[in-house]
Structure formats: structure tokens, C-alpha cells
């Protein structure tokens, strides 16, 4: 009997002071809405609305006649530059932090808005300048992330390695990147005959990432340029082991090299052994060419039928009809051209690589897309849009 009266009076006594709470709460709000000017909901509301003009015209006003509200100015300036309004965002982030009475949080967060139009406007020197001065405060990993994007834009590539390495984690190691860097310095140092130090700079992509293949295709052509074939063709080899599915970027300098070393046949027989073990690589047109070439048409047919029987695909019908035109006479040329025309354009998209990260197609390969910027990204095979 006891239990029960103590809930008699437990369950009005929990109604009391919650009403009672509910109504200190919104006292306390509609207080606080008091003190916020009225152009305040205006302009929030224009911005709910999409109206963005709208909306930077009053929130300009309120802060001309209401400066100390700092957040305010944030906002604005964050407004200004997402409006592309750059010139603005950098005379209102400028005055932020021209104010004396700024705690240290804010300067610093007025300094990273700054950098930020600064990027934005190109002005990579004087956002590098600003973001350097992060370092060491909470907008340092934030910070060093656009340091990264401006290097990488400027292909500034040692500061863009000596950045990526600070900014790795268990989360993000950026050993792709990394590799890729060296890769850019190597070609730079190649491009301007220095094959000494291109070769230094593909090792340490390799020890940075060791299933680089980047590095490993540009080892090989370092080796060509050098004369020396053999070396070359085990550079090249190495990609089997790193990503087969890279093997088709090598094939056709594979060959030419065992050729120069008059082993044109122990290439062709590579070639076709990658095929029979990886029938999927997007290299039929190289192998086709080739039996082409030192056989004859007739002989390019019947591989590639076999292979075809073997492993069915659009592109290898293609070439197929290709070869079938090839060698038939000529009164059945034209009704086969035809064929071949439709199924390339009902296959349009094989013929082109795809960027994984975003969509992107291009006819020729991009180790960092150009579209959005990811590094290897592209697929290796031809109408290939999945990994
Ligand atoms: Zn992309």
C-alpha cells in the first residue's frame, strides 16, 4: 500500500517541474530572440529560400551597424566567396583580422577563411603564406590538406611529398600519392635528359609503393633510352606481379624491345601466354597486329577467332569483323563495313578508359584524372566503368 501512494505522488510532482522547465526554456529563447534584430530572421530566411543576393544584403547591413557580432562576419565572408564574390570575402576576412579584440581562435579561423579566398582567387602564393602559419594550431591537418591541392596544382612535387607524408595516417596513407609524385619528378628529370636522377626518383616510388606500376613502365622506357633492351623487358615484366591488368600498357613496348633483341617470336608468344592466362586484358588489337604483320591477315582471323570461342567479348567481336573485312573479297566488303560501323557505335563506350571516382571518359589514359583530380583513378581496360 505504501509503493502505491508514493507513485500517487511521484507522477504529478514529474508533471510539475516538467511544464515548469518547458516553461523556463522558452522564456529563455523568446529572451535571446529578442536580442537578435529582426533583419536577422529576414536574411535567414532568404537563405532557406535560395535567395542568396537577398540575403547578402541584409545580413551586410546588419553588420555594418552591428559589428561586434563576429560570427556574423564569418558567415558573410564565408557567403562572399561560396557567391564567388572574391574580392569581398578577402576585404571582409582582412577586416576580421585587422580587430584587436579577436581571441587567438578566431584569428586564426579569420587567417584560414583568408587563405581560403586567396586560393580561390589563384593567389597560391599568399594562400601557401597564410596556411603555413597554421601549422601547429587546430587548423593545421585542414590547412595542410590545401597546401597539398595548391602543390599538387603548382607540381611543386617535393613539397607536395614532404606535405603528404605529414598529413599520412593509419586512415589515409597516401602511398598512392606519393609514388605518383616521384613518378612526376622522374618524368620532369627525363624530360630534361637526366636519367640519373629520374632513375633515383623511381626507386623511392617503388620503396613508397611497390606495386607502382607507373614506375615500373617508366623504368622500362629509362632502360630503352639507355640501350639497354634486356633491362627494359624486366622492368616491364614486373608489372605481372604488381597488376596484371596494367600488362596491355607494356605490351606493345615489350614487343619492339624483344624484337631489337631479335627474339621477335619469343614476344608474340609472351603476349598470347598473358592472354591464355589473363583473358580479360584489353590487348587483342597489339596481339592481332602483330600476327598481322609477321604471318599474315588470314593467320590474325583464326587466333582471334579461337580466342574469341575462348573468352567472348565486345570488343574482341570488333576486331573480329575488323579482321573478317580484312580478308574477304571484296564484293562482301562493303555489307561487312557495315556491320562493323553498327556494332561500334553500339559500343562506343568500350573504346574509351574510365575514371572509378567520378565518370570521367577519355580516349587516352590519365594516371590523375582530370576531372576530379583523383590519382589513379582511370581504369586500365577500355570500357571497363567498374574495379
Ligand atoms: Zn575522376
Partial sequence: MEFEAWWLIL????????????????????????????????????????????????????????????????????????KGEIERAIRMHQKLLS???LKLYEKQSAQYELALDFMKA???????????????????????????????????WIKAIETAQQLRDTSHTYQHEI?????????????????????????????????????????????????????AI??????????????????????????????????TALLKGFLSTYPELDMLDIVVERIGATES????????????????????????????TKTSPPERRAELETMQRLTQEATRGLSMYHCASCGFKARQYFWRCPACNDWESFLPARGQTKA
Avoid at 63 to 81: D, K, M, P, V, Y
Avoid at 127 to 142: H, I, K, P, S, V
Fill in 234 to 267: 624486366e622492368a616491364w615484366l614486373k608489372i605481372e606481379s604488381q597488376d596484371h591488368r596494367f600488362l596491355p600498357f607494356a605490351a606493345r613496348k615489350l614487343l619492339e624491345a624483344y624484337d631489337k633483341l631479335g627474339k621477335a617470336e619469343e614476344g
Fill in 11 to 82: 507522477f504529478p510532482l514529474c508533471f510539475g517541474l516538467g511544464w515548469l522547465a518547458a516553461r523556463v526554456d522558452i522564456r529563455h529563447l523568446l529572451a535571446n530572440s529578442k536580442l537578435l534584430p529582426r533583419q536577422y530572421f529576414e536574411g535567414l530566411n532568404h537563405l532557406l529560400s535560395e535567395r542568396t543576393d537577398k540575403a547578402v544584403e541584409v545580413f551586410v547591413d546588419l553588420a555594418r551597424n552591428h559589428s561586434e557580432t563576429i560570427e556574423l562576419q564569418f558567415a558573410l565572408g564565408h557567403l562572399f566567396r561560396k
Fill in 179 to 231: 609514388a605518383e609524385f616521384y613518378c612526376e619528378l622522374a618524368t620532369g628529370a627525363m624530360t630534361r635528359s637526366q636519367p640519373q636522377e629520374a632513375r633515383q626518383y623511381l626507386q623511392q616510388a617503388l620503396a613508397e609503393h611497390r606495386k607502382c606500376v607507373r614506375a615500373n613502365l617508366l623504368l622500362g622506357e629509362l632502360a630503352v633510352s639507355n640501350g639497354d633492351y634486356v633491362a
Fill in 297 to 324: 591477315d588470314a593467320a590474325a582471323y583464326e587466333w582471334l577467332r579461337e580466342e574469341l570461342r575462348r573468352n567472348p567479348t565486345m570488343s574482341g567481336l570488333l576486331k573480329l569483323q575488323d579482321a573478317q
Fill in 99 to 101: 580587430r584587436p579584440e
Fill in 122 to 156: 589563384g593567389l597560391f602564393d599568399r594562400a601557401e603564406e597564410l596556411f603555413g602559419q597554421l601549422n601547429d594550431t587546430d587548423f593545421a591537418r585542414a590547412a595542410r590538406r590545401h597546401l597539398l591541392d595548391i602543390y599538387q596544382q603548382e607540381k611543386e
